[in-house]
């Protein structure tokens, strides 16, 4: 499959400086940043800083350092937000059918209350 990454994507205007976030944690590779419309009390996403659409992609072409940083990130996101006793909820929408919103890799923290299931039966 073909990606097409839109540069003016919200998160390409946020690693830009164009939109302001509130940081949580930021390296070389990676940003991770308080959700505007918090879903849970605890509700961070993480982008990798390349122009990658979703998961996939980023799997498919990410250098090893991208990757290893990204995930390094979100271990370290989880633990500077007291998550490893209570869990969490780790989410990545794509596509279509995966209502993905933002045609950006991000990657959805979620925790701090009981997120009940994930999917209802349809």
């Known amino acids: 499959m073909a990606y097409t990454y ?52 980023f799997a498919q072409e990410a250098s090893d350092a991208e990757i290893v940083d990204f995930n390094r990130v979100i271990g370290e996101v989880c633990r500077m937000e007291g998550l490893e006793e209570g869990g969490f909820r780790l989410i990545s929408n794509a596509g279509r059918d995966g209502v993905q919103e933002v045609p950006h890799l991000h990657v959805h923290i979620l925790a701090g209350r009981d997120l009940g299931r994930m999917l209802a039966k349809a």
């Open 6 to 57: 839109n540069p003016e994507n919200i998160f390409a205007k946020i690693l830009k400086g164009e939109i302001p976030n509130k940081t949580v944690l930021e390296t070389e590779h990676t940003l991770a940043f308080r959700d505007i419309y918090p879903q849970a009390p605890v509700h961070v996403l993480v982008i990798p800083k390349g122009p990658y659409v979703c998961y996939d992609h």
